[in-house]
């Protein structure tokens, strides 16, 4: 999985971090494995689920680590110039930290 911002390690090992967005083409992670993401540690995905982020609302951008709907799509904006949330989609993971896996378990995406 990819790196999260700065300042999401501790939120997340915390479980107040629990969604993350990605814009990929296709799905990078799978529902059930576990996945290493350098700056935060190992991440159990839950569910993997593409949207249109059009649909995305407050508590989904609270739950993703962002203060407010408007500035998760502020920061995403930013990251994906030309992006329009009205037509765009991503993937809704969820997802929670997980102590230590298995190295069989272990699975790495970008």
């Known amino acids: 999985m990819r790196n999260f911002p700065k300042g999401f390690k501790e939120p997340i090992r915390a479980g107040k971090v629990t969604l993350a967005f990605r814009s990929w ?8 494995n576990v996945y290493e993401a ?30 407010s709907l408007s500035d998760f799509r502020q920061h995403y904006e930013q990251d994906r110039p030309g992006c329009n949330f009205e037509h765009e989609k991503a993937y809704r993971i969820r997802f929670r930290y997980v102590e230590a896996a298995k190295p069989a378990d272990v699975g790495s995406a970008a």
């Not at 700056?39 to 203060?67: H, Q, S, Y």
Request: glycine share 8%.
């Open 38 to 67: 350098s700056n935060v540690g190992n991440l159990l995905i839950e569910e993997v689920k593409r949207i249109n982020l059009r649909d995305v609302r407050e508590a989904d951008a609270m739950a993703a680590g962002w203060r």
């Open 25 to 32: 083409a296709y799905p990078r992670v799978l529902a059930g």
